[in-house]
């Protein structure tokens, strides 16, 4: 009875644990269940051994669309397309085999919502003996976000290929710009100096008054392409400043004396003031420096009917190397009234007069232009102006200070400086190369070699020339020169690889660094940076003017003390024939009045036209695209030195044909650009005829 009743107390202790297990295994479950069912992401439990689920929470459910108790006990293929449940199995397999986590990035299924896109991790569940028992799937709805995503792609790709073509859009204009810079300068430059020259023949009253509104005029016109092609260039980061040493007192009277004249006109003095307290060398972009007083001082006698005008250059003190100056420009003149000032420093905007007009021509772009220098610079612009009382407009700068510099290196002539110095006669080429002073000229083209040659010697130097920058190389090597001029485009080895080769053998052998300076007729942006990069000292633009010529060999390679001075020019100006098909004041610019140097470069441009012609018909015949535009910019380059501007022009239009390879348009452009030359060519031979050297003097030059 003891051994029953104690089995019976055994038992039921036995069955309070159970029960009591049991309800611990209810509770577990319970809140193991709670979690699943409130995690924020898709659960599915499935057995390792075939897949089948055996557990899922609601967020499966609201997915795909069934209950638990339909999905439990089901593989992917009894609810999936075939092609998803391959995709779903096969990606299962792989966490199963490799017994870790697999993440699944993007998993596409189909619901009853739609396509969705998942973001699946698979975790297998191990048993004590490491074997996979259970596989856990927890997966994220990231449809959405993709689709953002993907928009956020699209748009920024839009947005990449739009920056594309704003930069491309960008380059254009510069380049256009440029070209236009180029193509206007030029004509006007040329027509400015024309009425420089008619201005000292006889005139009456009334036509040199009318002369003085033309060239006013004409002035006015440059600035206003001054300073649209400055602004472009600023907006467009292309301009670059270039510091120099150079004295602010000296600066401060060249300004002064531009506009000392313009104001005794007008019955104002211009008063300068310098605090002496100021370093004589200072570093600073002298050009843009000048452009922004020059347009102060302007602005202010332009505006100011009586009174006078001042500027002057305030010392602010010195710290880490540096001069804090502030210039300034004060007026007696009409004043400002606030709301116009606010506005003077916008695009195109000018102050207005009672009349609600503008008060001037300009471009409303010139302070705006100052303003973004100062800034370039480093420094800021004030104004401060009462109506009626005048205007004070201030400029305030930190540049850098220069211990000890000599007068060669102050950005502007000493004041003793003669403005026209006299010009030695040319030395043989030993006597150059002994003294340091033999140029080497480089370039590929004949009549352009025969100019350079021709203007050197005129300046009282010796040269050596060269085809292109192998030969040039070589002759570098061989000789003793003081300074090299180059044509950036030519066959073999263009300017920029002899510049290179030049500054590499002097590093290599401890050579004397010589002056390069690059010649070409390409004005557009980034040409200077790249001749700058290349190693080169200095840019010229074709046609070469003597003028331009001669201040770059005075900086460079000034001659010394001259043994005899050359004949000056003579003082006519040239004659042109009516039916002559060259301009023959580009001619006598680019050649001098001489009748020799104009007979043989006239001579050098027949023979290798001729030779270039011959050449561009087998191009176009054989449909070489790239031989015909080399071959139309070399001749149209060469008809432009020796004034053939009608024939350029046509050379012009074959180059952008050829460019285009338009090879209709350029059949039909053909013909007419033969017989052009032809006619051209006959021309010449007149001229150049035996027996006919006084056609090409009366030509070339002016009566004596």
């Avoid at 003996?129 to 920024?156: C, F, H, K, W």
């Avoid at 506009?259 to 310098?274: I, Q």
């Avoid at 004041?585 to 009748?595: H, I, V």
């Amino acid at each position: 009875m003891d051994e029953a009743r104690e089995l019976r107390a055994r038992a039921t202790e036995l069955e309070e644990r159970v029960r009591a297990r049991t309800a611990d295994l209810q509770t577990a479950n319970a809140f193991l269940n709670s979690l699943i069912q409130h995690i924020p992401y898709m659960v599915m439990v499935k057995r390792a051994s075939d897949l089948t689920i055996v557990r899922a929470n609601h967020k499966v459910e609201e997915l795909l669309g069934l209950s638990e108790q339909e999905l439990l006990g089901r593989s992917a293929h009894e609810i999936h397309s075939a092609q998803e449940a391959d995709f779903f199995t096969t990606k299962d397999r792989e966490a199963l085999t490799l017994r870790r986590e697999v993440d699944v990035q993007e998993e596409t299924i189909q619901t009853p919502h739609g396509e969705r896109i998942l973001h699946v991790k698979k975790i297998p569940i191990l048993d004590e003996e490491g074997q996979p028992r259970y596989l856990l799937s927890m997966a994220e709805d990231v449809t959405e976000r993709r689709q953002r995503e993907r928009e956020i792609q699209r748009l920024n790709a839009a947005l990449a290929q739009r920056s594309t073509e704003l930069e491309a859009a960008t380059r254009a204009k510069s380049i256009f710009l440029a070209t236009m810079s180029h193509e206007i300068r030029t004509p006007m430059n040329g027509m400015l100096g024309m009425l420089e020259l008619l201005g000292l023949t006889p005139l009456d009253p009334e036509q040199r008054e009318t002369l003085s509104l033309v060239r006013e005029s004409s002035r006015s016109l440059l600035r206003l392409i001054d300073d649209i092609l400055d602004f472009s260039k600023i907006e467009a980061g292309k301009l670059d400043l270039r510091p120099e040493t150079v004295s602010i007192k000296r600066i401060i009277e060249e300004v002064q004396s531009i506009y000392s004249g313009t104001a005794s006109c007008k019955g104002l003095a211009v008063h300068r003031t310098v605090d002496p307290r100021i370093s004589p060398a200072l570093r600073v972009d002298p050009v843009r420096l000048r452009q922004i007083l020059n347009n102060f001082v302007s602005n202010a006698t332009k505006f100011t009917a009586a009174g006078s005008v001042e500027i002057g250059a305030e010392w602010l003190g010195r710290s880490d190397g540096h001069e804090n100056l502030r210039f300034v420009v004060r007026d007696t003149g009409i004043g400002i009234s606030p709301g116009d000032q606010q506005r003077l420093f916008q695009p195109f905007s000018q102050a207005l007069g009672e009349e609600g007009r503008r008060n001037s021509g300009g471009s409303g772009l010139g302070l705006v232009i100052c303003r973004q220098l100062a800034q370039m610079m480093g420094g800021s612009i004030t104004l401060e102006s009462v109506p009626g009382q005048g205007t004070t407009v201030m400029l305030t700068l930190s540049l850098p200070i220069v211990e000890a510099s000599p007068a060669a290196d102050t950005g502007t002539p000493p004041e003793s400086a003669p403005t026209g110095p006299a010009r030695r006669a040319a030395p043989s080429v030993d006597e150059a190369e002994a003294e340091g002073t033999l140029l080497l000229l480089v370039d590929d083209h004949p009549v352009n070699r025969t100019l350079l040659l021709r203007q050197v010697r005129m300046l009282g130097y010796a040269a050596k020339a060269a085809e292109d920058g192998v030969q040039a190389l070589e002759t570098w090597k061989a000789g003793r020169f003081g300074l090299v001029v180059t044509d950036c485009h030519m066959p073999h080895m263009d300017g920029y690889e002899l510049a290179r080769s030049i500054r590499a053998h002097e590093s290599s052998t401890g050579r004397r660094r010589v002056p390069i300076i690059a010649c070409t007729a390409n004005a557009l942006p980034g040409e200077s940076a790249n001749c700058f990069a290349a190693g080169m000292d200095d840019f010229l633009v074709k046609p070469l003017e003597l003028s331009a010529l001669t201040e770059k060999l005075d900086r460079w390679l000034p001659i010394p003390d001259a043994k005899g001075a050359r004949a000056e020019a003579r003082d006519a100006a040239p004659v042109e024939e009516a039916d002559s098909p060259l301009d023959a004041d580009l001619l006598a610019k680019n050649c001098g009045d001489d009748p020799a140097t104009v007979a043989e470069v006239l001579a050098a441009f027949r023979r290798t036209c001729e030779e270039d012609s011959a050449a561009l018909q087998q191009a176009v015949q054989v449909r070489d695209a790239t031989a015909a535009r080399q071959l139309a910019h070399r001749m149209g380059g060469a008809s432009t030195v020796v004034g053939a501007l009608a024939f350029a022009a046509a050379c012009a239009r074959i180059e952008r044909t050829s460019r285009a390879g338009d090879w209709e348009a350029l059949a039909q452009e053909t013909p007419a650009f033969a017989q052009q030359q032809e006619s051209l060519m006959r021309w010449l031979d007149s001229r150049t005829a035996p027996g006919t050297t006084k056609a090409i003097d009366e030509t070339s030059s002016a009566d004596r």
